[in-house]
């Protein structure tokens, strides 16, 4: 049986969903008629707006349909009781990057229909954070791996310079004799 705070969580997660699933809808919406009507020299041939409005639409899609698998609540079969609330959206983690693919492209959305097509270039900024975050975590190994070359590298150089000198030791002490 759920206790207050299960209900407190699916109460917060529905209305989440609910305002994300409006925010999506509207803006997609909102582009696409604001395109048809106003910006019909745009329609004649393979407009580009049209793959753009495709690829980041299903993106927003599949990032909130992942956010409602997450916040779906596990249920008694029998009794059909909250066992589980699901994940809390408001909690920070990966969750956290399907908010900002859908306000991003919410955002490129509606300001390349009203104002430019070079509004689009905003959502570039998604992949863009995504590699710095899979820098933060590979970039620490990178770097040693680097290190570990540039310090075998300096030792070989180190050893050369030894050979070099025991050389002349051994050429001066045979010119001694």
Known sequence: MAGDSAKKILQRNAATLKFLRRVV??????HALVRIAYHRHYNEGAPLWICHTAFWSVASYACYK???KHAAPT????????I?????????????????TIYVTCASMWLSSFWSDRFWYMTWVIPAYGAYVVYGYVGP?????????ETDERESKHEKRMRERRERRQQKSARRR
């Open 84 to 100: 589980d609330p699901g994940h809390d959206l408001n909690q920070p983690g990966v969750t956290q990057y399907y908010f900002d």
């Open 66 to 68: 992942s956010l409602a």
């Open 25 to 30: 809808s509207v803006s997609f919406l909102q």
């Open 75 to 82: 249920r008694d079969p029998d009794t059909k009781e909250i």
């Open 141 to 149: 190994y990178v770097k040693n791996f680097s290190r570990n070359n």
